[in-house]
T-cell receptor, first 109, second 118 residues
Framework: QKEVEQDPGPLSVPEGAIVSLNCTYSNSAFQYFMWYRQYSRKGPELLMYTYSSGNKEDGRFTAQVDKSSKYISLFIRDSQPSDSATYLC?????????FGQGTTLQVKP | GAVVSQHPSWVICKSGTSVKIECRSLDFQATTMFWYRQFPKQSLMLMATSNEGSKATYEQGVEKDKFLINHASLTLSTLTVTSAHPEDSSFYICSARDPSEGMNTEAFFGQGTRLTVV
């Protein structure tokens, strides 16, 4: 079993839709959770960073962590074609990031 | 935010030759850097942790003699793929944290290097 699981998609939505991206993890020691966005042939860029359970909002993006169910989510409101990318969740407790497989998102105009 | 620069962004080399990839932290001193490998449509797999002034720590299954890591200064780590073969073709990415921000804070990634071995 992978430590962080993520549905690779692809996920295709119309412009303006609310997008829900999800990951599960197995290691209950994980305390830090991140979402990265990666465009094709580029390095990942950090979108959201949360510690322990709870919600965090930044503009159109909301990250949720539910440690009781080991479930992490990223919501994108009013999705734009420029949001089309691969979204990677990652977890950490020792300084070493463990990544999910990444979900490919396409937002159609 | 902090910037990590990686060079080159792409390289094509002949089978049997060696290739060096550089990773620099531009506005902070990184005592630790990380090297990842990513195959198409797959996640980032940690290859090794590069520690300034000491030997790198390699993940299980990664050949340390093939993937040489040198972290000679607080702003530069290099990954050398020795005697490259076509199966080494991949996207290599480095990342670093600003140590003043703590061990588990956000990591900043380089732009990645696409290596093609022909």
């Amino acid at each position: 079993q992978k430590e962080v699981e993520q549905d690779p998609g692809p996920l295709s939505v119309p412009e303006g839709a609310i997008v829900s991206l999800n990951c599960t993890y197995s290691n209950s020691a994980f305390q830090y959770f991140m979402w990265y966005r990666q465009y094709s042939r580029k390095g990942p860029e950090l979108l959201m960073y949360t510690y322990s359970s709870g919600n965090k909002e930044d503009g159109r993006f909301t990250a949720q962590v539910d440690k009781s169910s080991k479930y992490i989510s990223l919501f994108i409101r009013d999705s734009q074609p420029s949001d089309s990318a691969t979204y990677l969740c990652a977890s950490s407790n020792t300084g070493k990031l463990i990544f999910g497989q990444g979900t490919t998102l396409q937002v159609k105009p | 935010g902090a910037v990590v620069s990686q060079h080159p962004s792409w390289v094509i080399c002949k089978s049997g030759t060696s290739v060096k990839i550089e990773c620099r932290s531009l506005d902070f001193q990184a005592t630790t850097m990380f090297w990842y490998r990513q195959f198409p449509k797959q996640s980032l797999m940690l290859m090794a942790t590069s520690n300034e002034g000491s030997k790198a720590t390699y993940e299980q299954g990664v050949e340390k003699d093939k993937f040489l890591i040198n972290h000679a200064s607080l702003t530069l780590s290099t990954l050398t793929v020795t005697s490259a073969h076509p199966e080494d073709s991949s996207f290599y990415i480095c990342s670093a944290r600003d140590p003043s921000e703590g061990m588990n804070t956000e990591a900043f990634f380089g732009q990645g290097t696409r290596l093609t071995v022909v």
